[in-house]
Structures are given as structure tokens and as C-alpha cells.
């Protein structure tokens, strides 16, 4: 099994490094980079024993098929996973297309 995150979700969880530090959930610009690659390895090592669930039509604009998995990091916070599932050379590839959490995206959900 491999887990492949595309470049533009990767773009966004650095964009959320920015974010997090910028508007105070962290002190220090490390612990915000720290989270975002705590998150990204959580990602990577445990999506493919996760539940997953189909992606509402909302999140097609991501690719057709597509699944989403939970991980959540706090009391508050939940991420969410869209990704779609694909078999290469006898390996299952996850490849996550979309990465969102519970603030911006569960009116989808």
C-alpha cells in the first residue's frame, strides 16, 4: 500500500502552516509546522486502516470516486482525507486529492 498526497493538497496543508501561526492557534511558527507534519504522518501511516466513507457529491470537483477518512487532532478539530483508491502493478495506491477540516468544509459532509 502506498498513501500519495498531490501537490495541491500539499500546497494547502502549507498554506495551514501560515494560517495556524497567523491568526494565534500556535505561539511559535515550529509548533505550527510541527502540527501540519504530525497530521500529514498520521495521514500516511494509518489512512489505509481507516473507516472510509463515499465523498458527497460536493467534493467530485476532486476527482470521481472519491472516499474520505476522519483524523481527528483535537477536541475542535477534525481533518478530513478525500481520496481516491487505485491498484498499480498489484499495489493499492491511495492518492488524496482534497484536505479539509470540520471549520471549513462539514456543511458538505
Do not use: C
Not at 22 to 42: A, C, N, P, T, W
Not at 85 to 101: A, D, S, T, V
Amino acid at each position: 500500500m502506498n498513501v500519495i498526497i498531490s501537490p495541491k493538497a500539499l500546497e494547502y496543508l502549507d498554506n495551514v502552516v501560515f494560517i495556524l501561526f497567523e491568526k494565534q492557534y500556535f505561539s511559535y511558527l515550529e509548533s505550527s509546522i510541527r502540527y501540519v507534519e504530525d497530521l500529514i504522518d498520521d495521514i500516511k501511516k494509518t489512512l489505509p486502516m481507516r473507516v472510509r466513507k463515499p465523498a458527497p457529491p460536493y467534493f467530485d470537483k476532486y476527482g470521481q470516486g472519491m472516499y474520505y477518512a476522519v483524523f481527528k487532532k483535537s477536541k475542535r478539530t477534525s481533518w478530513y482525507a478525500f481520496f481516491r483508491i487505485y491498484e498499480k502493478n498489484g499495489e493499492l495506491i491511495y492518492q488524496i486529492r482534497y484536505i479539509g477540516n470540520n471549520h471549513t468544509i462539514a456543511q458538505y459532509l
